[in-house]
Nanobody
């Protein structure tokens, strides 16, 4: 069982940066592939980024490539999402997710555990 708690959301102006954190419980955090998704009202949850449990592999949605960076610190049981050059289209609730598989997946159905979400609002 893994419990996930996101933090770091807030209001930022376009062009600004935020770093989201996701703290995980459970002694096997290092064995989980971690992902970030986001959701806006009336839309399905969208894949943002994912990282393998060794940090050797990462994947990003095309819309965030070059602006967002996912990383993890297994010693701290924490995964991060550094978001730069934010624009209003990045406004959403961001969710952290974990899956026990080794392969990075971008489908939300592939993830076993979810956090409660943290809201990011980017003003123009």
């Amino acid at each position: 069982q893994v419990q996930l708690v996101e933090s770091g959301g807030g209001l930022v102006q376009a062009g600004g940066s935020l770093r989201l954190s996701c703290a995980a419980s459970g002694r096997t955090f290092s064995r989980y592939t971690m992902g970030w998704f986001r959701q806006t009202p009336g839309k399905e949850r969208q894949f943002v980024a994912a990282i393998s449990w060794t940090s050797g592999n990462t994947a990003y949605a095309d819309s965030v490539k070059g602006r967002f960076t996912i990383s993890r610190d297994n010693a701290k049981n924490t995964v991060y999402l550094q978001m730069n050059s934010l624009n209003p289209e990045d406004t959403a609730v961001y969710y952290c997710a974990a899956r026990s598989g080794l392969i990075i997946r971008d489908a939300q159905t592939a993830y076993d555990y979810w956090g409660q979400g943290t809201k990011v609002t980017v003003s123009s």
